[in-house]
């Protein structure tokens, strides 16, 4: 009994070209892999433009459509996860020659169809479809206000404290309007004295008197409107 240098090879021969491979199945007898890719365009009629426009919204998937047979102690086996990835959808790697200048991420089998034929038990032909399925991008997050957080005073890129500053000047500015309707009270006040006569000796105190009257009413009407700015 000789007893054998080396162990028998399990893998393809060196320099044999990579065979198909969806998920964990390796269809070692593909007869054709033909790969599809359809532009995406669409017409747009332009009015007065012979022919139309094309317009392109993105990049449909990548489609590969696979003629193989299935044979030997795992064919049985292999049908059977094929026939599980098209039911259920999910999506899978898929390996092939065709598909080397490709950033093909995953795929879904869109359609299956497997044949046997009397008089070659444990041959199953398949034929697979495949379809480019990319990852979807991670979801848009909610925030309040648009994105901006903390009240709408996220990171603008500047110190939010001179808010702060900016809220006491407005504070101090409708103090300082307040004070200044009080006057404008009293110098109304002092204006109803112009009802009383002044002549002889008191009439130039009644020019002063009118005087403070007229600059004390477009004061008035001054801080009035100031004041409605500052909700005073």
């Known amino acids: 009994m000789s007893i054998p240098t080396s162990l028998p090879a399990t893998g393809p021969e060196p320099g044999a070209r990579p065979m198909p491979v969806i998920g964990d199945v390796t269809l ?48 049985l086996d292999d049908l059977g996860k094929l026939q599980a ?15 080397t ?21 444990g041959v199953v032909d398949v034929l697979v479809e ?50 200044a309707l009080a006057a404008v009270d009293a110098l109304s006040a002092l204006s109803g004295l112009a009802s009383f006569d002044f002549d002889g000796v008191l009439a130039p105190v009644q020019d002063v008197q009118r005087s403070i009257e007229d600059a004390g009413a477009q004061l008035g009407t001054a801080l009035d409107a100031l004041g409605q700015v500052f909700g005073s």
Do not use: K
């Open 28 to 75: 070692t007898a593909a007869q054709r892999v033909d790969h599809a890719l359809d532009g995406g365009f669409v017409d747009v009629p332009v009015l007065g433009l012979p022919g139309h426009a094309q317009q392109r919204s993105g990049r449909p998937s990548h489609r590969v459509a696979i003629a193989a047979v299935l044979a030997g102690p795992s064919a």
């Open 85 to 99: 990835l098209a039911a259920s959808g999910e999506p899978t790697t898929f390996s092939a020659d065709i598909v």
């Open 101 to 121: 200048a490709l950033e093909l991420q995953q795929v879904v089998v869109t359609r299956l169809a497997a044949s046997e034929v009397a008089g070659r038990p």
């Open 130 to 179: 495949l379809a480019e399925d990319p990852p979807l991008p991670p979801p848009a997050q909610l925030a309040g206000f648009g994105g901006l957080d903390d009240f709408g005073l996220g990171d603008l890129g500047f110190d939010t404290d001179l808010l702060d500053d900016l809220a006491g000047l407005a504070d101090d500015v409708a103090g300082a309007v307040e004070g």
